[in-house]
């Protein structure tokens, strides 16, 4: 989502009331992406062996605001 890492802090902070440090976002981030590597990895072995790919970047809004 291509959020910073300060934005993600104040998100929990403000909207779900949890004080996480920038710090332990980070760390947090960087387990999950070692713990979705495997799936990851397999996705995109997939991706590649398919004869055609299509994306489809069509946006959409939920109760005003982009998705």
């Known amino acids: ?10 998100f929990f902070t403000e ?7 920038k710090g332990s976002i980070s760390q947090c981030l960087c387990g999950l992406m070692e713990t979705l590597e495997p799936v990851t990895e397999k996705l995109w ?3 590649l062996r398919e004869p055609l790919v ?12 982009r998705r």
């Open 45 to 47: 072995e997939d991706l």
């Open 54 to 65: 299509h994306v489809d970047e069509t946006g959409w809004r939920e109760d005003g605001y």
């Open 15 to 21: 909207g779900v009331g949890l004080s996480w440090s």
């Open 1 to 10: 989502m291509r959020q910073s890492i300060g934005n993600i802090a104040r």
